[in-house]
């Protein structure tokens, strides 16, 4: 498994956007709080979507008044992967 997948916060926000497509900030924060049923801290929460991008998982295009983040080719690649990775595993119950 490569690095950016081992932290979940960064797996649950590429989850959730392959999931519905490309989201603002703040719609895919309101989300994925609701999944952990906590608030999250902005600095972590776009710290964690920098470092997405920052390796090539993400981009950020910008749609009007607010920008939006999509999964690149090779984040739904890893999306892909590590539900076969989670599927292999179930699978064997």
């Known amino acids: 498994m490569t690095k950016w997948l081992q932290s979940g916060?960064?797996?649950?926000?590429?989850?959730?956007?392959?999931?519905?497509?490309?989201l603002h900030g703040q719609a895919l924060k309101s989300r994925l709080e609701s999944q952990y049923?906590?608030?999250?801290?902005?600095k972590s929460f776009y710290g964690a979507l920098d470092t997405l991008v920052?390796?090539?998982?993400?981009?950020?295009?910008e749609a009007g008044i607010h920008d939006e983040y999509a999964l690149t080719d090779a984040g739904r690649r890893m999306v892909?992967?590590?539900?076969?990775?989670?599927?292999?595993?179930?699978d064997g119950e």
């Open 9 to 22: 916060r960064r797996r649950d926000l590429c989850i959730i956007l392959a999931g519905e497509g490309p």
């Open 37 to 42: 049923d906590q608030r999250i801290e902005p």
């Open 54 to 61: 920052d390796n090539g998982h993400l981009e950020l295009r």
């Open 80 to 90: 892909d992967e590590q539900f076969a990775w989670m599927a292999e595993h179930l």
